[in-house]
DNA sequence: CGAGCACTTGATCTATGTCAACGGTAGTGG
DNA sequence: CCACTACCGTTGACATAGATCAAGTGCTCG
């Protein structure tokens, strides 16, 4: 399977310094190489790939964070790098990679990781929600990943996603607005008690 | 904020160069100063703590790993560490730090934080094998962190882990050794065929 | 030798998983 | 524009892994 970064370095001889990835699509296969990347918006999932192809979720990038660090010192990617929503990254580090801009992105890493650590235990609804206020804008809106995806991230089933979304709604944490692009049943207006 | 290059001086270098902690002791709080160390033995939790103190697991260091490496932007812990067996640390980094060095460092904690991820996702017994082999040592020993600890980590409850680890004894998966200084219940030779 | 933890074990409950059928939406091709 | 088709999501009925509650037991260390 053809990657999306690879179908697009390909065609263009100078090496492209932003991505545009829909929702679905693989970014960087693991194992491939790719460079860094900084996520500016959307989220993205990040799998571990075993032999047979099946793929475990490992972690979960969103809007600022930084994709294949490793693969600067490696060459490779480590993760399978997947949209979840519509997004935009730009190819990273823009200027000379000191020491710092490296620590702060370690620092990063290691706070997401645990923020998706806390996204897999508690009560299921607890955990949704967590998960919704990390993808949240400032606005409090939220664009979902599908359910399968939400699944995953949480380790719970997607049909107990459906359930708590739904239950959601009619508690009024969540308000099903339309965006432009975006599937109808994915993107909501959240209650700002239920942020913060 | 110190900068990296700062941070690398003389002045700054930590006055004790090894930590010998035992089981259950705090190395470092979150939000205090400490430096880096590179655990040699042992294992240590790390967790996120509220403003009333409650601790959340946010992650696991075992040999290899390094602690605090977040200490040498900001100057402070992000999380707090607690030793899970006895451990050894070293200072880090033992000579100047290169870039190639934190990105290590810093692939290892992805990597890392993925097994984390995985050890709170199917079913019990499979994540509590997952932490054993995790733990074990070339010669198939583990050490394990009392019940309340490893339930903490698999996010499950330390009934069901005394029942499982109980159990796997009785499928002769785990049998039962006593080593120096180690309560007799977390000390284990596991079988060949549960490991790799 | 006694106190305090850590661990074990049993009985019972329930949140979530599982299975199965259906419904809606978005994209496709006529 | 409409019909077709694949997904994706919803919903119900039922099953169960693991949680919860409640006694005990037995290390370990003072």
Known sequence: MKSFAAMNSASEMPAVASLCPEAGEVLFPAGGSGGAWRLERGVV?????GRDGERQFASLAIAGDILGCETLLFGVHTFQSTALTRCVLHAWPGGPLGGDSLLASLAAAQR????????R?????????ALVRLLADDAGRVVLPMR???ADITALRFETISRLVKRLEQAGALRSIRLE???ATRSFQVDPACLA
Do not use: F, K, N, P
């Open 181 to 183: 692009g975006v599937h």
């Open 121 to 129: 235990g508690g009560q299921a609804v607890d955990r949704l929600l």
């Open 112 to 119: 997401r990781a645990a923020e998706v650590v806390a996204l």
């Open 45 to 49: 999932r990040l799998d571990t790939v």
């Open 148 to 150: 399968q995806d939400i």
